[in-house]
């Protein structure tokens, strides 16, 4: 059996922590407030008849448009009114025929097939009656709901984009770097990724490895709702974001999961804020923050848990010694996916070469059918 490690917590169990410390917006129930549609209405640009009229000719009375109020209107026999989608059928009127089917000769509208009873007629209440429960209470947010919220009178919450800030930190990194020192690649590509997955992103000034400036930064982070670190809080001596975060009564979530690259991952709430600290090894840092910022956002926002794998089928062989589930970068052909020789959490290389990330259980896996995240 794999030595498992107490301290290590699965990838399912701190996304599903992370989700429940976040609190997210209460949705309430929605329901109808007229019967939907309010009235008949036409389903056609075309004209609204009497269908017992049959293939006779009908003078055409007039026209209706959407948001037209069809009082006054009556279609006797041999009558019709041309009449567009979503107008109220006059009164009389029992079908339309749509455009493509009608002839127009002498003023009179002539159909080209028997019109049938209620063709092309949205009837009243059809969709919804007035006092119907449409969403139950507690369905998250999303598009379509908050536009059906929109058509029973409630007005839309102003929103926004989550405010997320990204803080590279370590005294390695610098613009121009001497052989000993590195360039800063986390800052600007969790940027970018926090972007795509639909956030508003400051990329904040490097922090120094000091625990007195992480904890003047920490305590000064204006609008920033979520924020990113990368480095800082693995097992190294100058790894002070840990400490630095329980001096100042954070509430620590989790620190260590068990999935490589990424094992020395923290999630703390701070302030009313989120406190994703990822590895700074770039890899580690970030397929951490595709896996686990979508997460704090839909949250934030109301919306349903992501689902981000997706199934493919591994072409080789991947190996993975030890206790914890990888994630190997390669190459995706359609469903084929073609594993690259990766040479770990520092290897950006390989990372920016692959499109996907492949799910290897511990102990490694033939080629054969896995799951797998679509890089961004
Ligand atoms: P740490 O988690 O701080 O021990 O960092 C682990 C490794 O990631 C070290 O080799 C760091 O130099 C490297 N690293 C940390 N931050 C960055 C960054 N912003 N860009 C590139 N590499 C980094
Ligand atoms: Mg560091």
Redesign the pocket.
């Known amino acids: 059996m794999a030595l498992m490690r107490p301290s290590l917590i699965s990838l399912d169990d701190a996304l599903a922590i992370l989700a429940e410390a976040i609190p997210a917006p209460v949705q309430g129930a929605v329901r109808a407030d007229r019967d939907d549609p309010a009235l008949d209405r036409s389903t056609m640009d075309g004209a609204a008849v009497r269908f017992e009229d049959g293939l006779a000719p009908r003078r055409i009375l007039g026209t209706l448009f959407a948001g037209d109020d069809p009082a006054g209107w009556q279609v006797e026999p041999g009558t019709c009114m041309r009449i567009m989608t979503g107008a109220v059928l006059p009164a009389g009127a029992n079908a339309v025929v749509p455009v493509e089917q009608l002839r127009e000769v002498d003023g009179c509208l002539l159909p080209e097939l028997e019109p049938q009873a209620g063709a092309y007629i949205r009837r009243r209440g059809s969709q919804a009656r007035s006092g119907d429960l449409l969403l139950p209470e507690g369905i998250p947010a999303n598009a379509t709901r908050l536009g059906l919220r929109a058509q029973v009178g409630e007005p839309l919450r102003p929103f926004q984009r989550i405010q997320v800030g990204v803080a ?3 005294d ?2 610098v613009l121009a770097p001497k052989p000993h020192q ?6 600007p590509m969790l940027a970018v990724l926090a972007h795509a997955l639909g956030a508003e992103v400051r990329i904040l000034p ?1 922090v120094p ?1 000091d625990p007195e400036a992480i904890g003047r930064f920490l305590q000064d982070l204006g609008p920033t709702q979520v924020l990113l670190t ?5 097992m ?1 001596e ?2 002070f974001l840990p400490q630095v975060l329980e001096q100042l009564g954070a509430h620590i979530l989790f620190h260590r999961i068990r999935l490589k690259p990424g094992k ?1 991952m923290l999630a703390a709430l701070l302030d009313g804020r989120v406190l994703l600290c990822l ?4 890899v ?2 970030y397929l951490n923050t595709l896996l686990f910022l979508p997460v704090v956002l839909a949250r934030l926002e109301g919306h349903a848990l992501p689902l981000p794998w997706r199934t493919g089928r591994l072409t080789a062989q991947v190996p993975n010694p030890g206790d914890r589930p990888l994630l190997h970068p390669c190459k995706r052909r359609g469903n084929e996916l073609e594993p690259l020789s990766s040479r770990g ?2 290897d ?1 290389v390989r990372l920016a070469q692959a499109d996907v990330c492949a799910w290897i259980p511990e102990g490694g896996m033939e080629a054969g059918e896995t799951r797998y995240l679509e890089l961004l």
């Open positions: 590279p930190t370590g390695e990194l590195i360039r800063d690649s986390n800052g490097a490895d990368a480095g800082g809080v693995s190294g100058r790894d020395p590895p700074g090894n770039p580690s840092a959490s520092a950006l």
